[in-house]
């Protein structure tokens, strides 16, 4: 009896052990494979929003927590100040055009005298040949011919003093008259970049969302006097979030951007989001500290150090199922493939493909690729057009 439970035993145990070969395999299969962290968390691109001009507030029009498209209003400052300079510059505008009308009526009078010199000029010279002929004929006398020769010098002078008169005016109106340019002179150029300064700074009384987020750590309020620069609150895209994994350098080995990634939450446990890589950080993080180890000082101590490597995820996550800036969340990567750069960034290799423009930047990019197991993702792009304030 006993051998027969011996041989029972033996056989159970044996079956255990054949058919505990299979998952001992692919689990040994799939660690080889993955490289995993659980120091990570969710990070993304923070817009702080502050004014460029000094103001009171006037109105807002968002509060804490609240979802803003690109280019919503978010506050306004009191406008009566900026409208006033716009109204001032407006009028120096008009007296440099009539600044300028005076200067070609000048000119004007200066070409005019100038034409009149002239003639005098002409008139002279005759009376005094006139004179000097009858002269050495005895006809005149001696006053008669010196009066016409000081009228010839008279009218010489004048004629010097018309033509300074009129380079004096020319220079004054900035050039010579041009009827289709009239008004395209200096003093009314600066009047004009005054008064579109003034409607540039009205214009600033307006803020608006410079991308489409969540409001947060909003700290103005109506009354309160700002001065430019001062952080009024700001704005996170969420649907532009990604995950910062920060990978022991011992894992990095085959680590490769464009590299499938499973992203897995502790807010949602047993939810995946499919990612991949986007880049890998070019130092460690304590090489960016605000006290940086210093190794050469002789009291060094190896530890292991860890990489931040960027993951971006391959679409929006569910509308049940949001991330927030600093959650925590657990990365696998799958090596398998390492066919892929390590000093490379997925996002700008497809903005500099696709070079959308000035008003479209890296940040305005979202990278949305279909990621496999056996190569880099590919991708396809959606673009946020720039939103003018």
């Given at each position: 009896?006993?051998?027969i439970?011996?041989?029972a035993l ?5 079956i ?9 395999w692919r689990?040994?299969k799939?660690?080889?494979?993955h490289?995993s962290?659980?120091?990570?968390y969710v990070d ?9 001009v000094p103001g009171?507030?006037?109105r807002l029009?968002?509060q804490?927590?609240?979802?803003v498209n ?10 009566r100040?900026?409208?006033v300079?716009v109204d001032e510059?407006?009028a120096?505008v008009e ?10 009526a000048q000119l004007?009078a200066?070409?005019?005298g100038?034409?009149?010199a002239?003639?005098q000029?002409?008139?002279?010279r005759?009376?005094?040949v006139?004179?000097?002929a009858?002269r050495q004929?005895g006809?005149?006398s001696?006053e008669y011919y ?10 010489i ?9 009129m ?6 109106l900035?050039g010579?008259?041009?009827?289709h340019?009239?008004y395209?002179?200096?003093?009314v150029?600066?009047?004009?970049a005054?008064l579109?300064?003034a409607k540039l700074?009205l214009s ?8 489409p987020?969540?409001?947060?750590r909003?700290?103005v309020?109506v009354g ?8 009024l ?8 979030l ?9 894992q990095?080995?085959?680590v ?6 499973e992203?897995?939450a502790?807010i949602?446990?047993?939810f995946?989001y499919?990612a991949h890589?986007?880049?890998?950080s ?10 940086p180890p210093?190794?050469?000082t ?9 990489v ?6 391959n679409e ?6 949001p991330?927030?800036?600093?959650l925590s969340?657990?990365v696998?990567?799958d090596i398998?493939n390492?066919?892929g750069?390590?000093l490379?960034s ?8 696709h070079?959308?423009?000035p ?9 949305a690729p279909?990621?496999?197991?056996n ?7 959606v673009?946020?057009?720039a939103?003018q304030?």
């Amino acid at each position: 009896m006993k051998g027969i439970l011996r041989k029972a035993l033996l056989v159970l145990v044996a079956i255990a052990v054949i058919a505990s070969l299979y998952p001992a395999w692919r689990y040994y299969k799939y660690f080889s494979s993955h490289v995993s962290t659980d120091d990570a968390y969710v990070d993304g691109t923070i817009a702080l929003i502050s004014s460029r001009v000094p103001g009171s507030v006037a109105r807002l029009y968002v509060q804490e927590n609240w979802r803003v498209n690109g280019g919503d209003l978010l506050l306004t400052l009191d406008p009566r100040d900026y409208k006033v300079r716009v109204d001032e510059a407006q009028a120096q505008v008009e007296r440099a055009r009539e600044s300028v009308d005076q200067l070609v009526a000048q000119l004007e009078a200066a070409e005019s005298g100038l034409k009149l010199a002239d003639s005098q000029l002409s008139q002279a010279r005759i009376d005094f040949v006139r004179a000097k002929a009858l002269r050495q004929e005895g006809v005149v006398s001696l006053e008669y011919y010196d009066q016409a020769t000081t009228g010839l010098r008279v009218a010489i002078a004048d004629r010097a003093l018309a033509e300074h008169q009129m380079q004096q005016a020319r220079a004054a109106l900035g050039g010579p008259i041009d009827d289709h340019a009239r008004y395209d002179r200096p003093i009314v150029q600066q009047a004009e970049a005054a008064l579109e300064a003034a409607k540039l700074d009205l214009s600033y009384t307006e803020i608006r969302a410079p991308l489409p987020g969540v409001i947060t750590r909003k700290s103005v309020h109506v009354g309160n006097r700002i001065q430019p620069g001062e952080p009024l609150m700001a704005i996170v895209p969420v649907d532009r979030l990604y995950v910062t994994a920060n990978f022991k350098e011992t894992q990095l080995t085959d680590v490769r951007v464009g590299q499938p990634v499973e992203v897995e939450a502790d807010i949602y446990p047993d939810f995946i989001y499919k990612a991949h890589i986007d880049s890998i950080s070019v130092g460690t993080g304590a090489a960016f500290a605000l006290l940086p180890p210093e190794n050469a000082t002789g009291n060094w101590v190896k530890v292991v150090q860890r990489v931040p490597v960027k993951v971006v995820l391959n679409e929006p996550p569910p509308p049940d199922k949001p991330l927030r800036m600093g959650l925590s969340v657990e990365v696998t990567v799958d090596i398998s493939n390492t066919s892929g750069p390590l000093l490379s960034s997925t996002t700008q290799s497809l903005y500099q493909e696709h070079r959308f423009g000035p008003n479209v930047g890296p940040e305005r990019l979202q990278v949305a690729p279909n990621s496999t197991s056996n190569g880099p993702p590919v991708s396809s792009i959606v673009t946020q057009p720039a939103v003018q304030p």
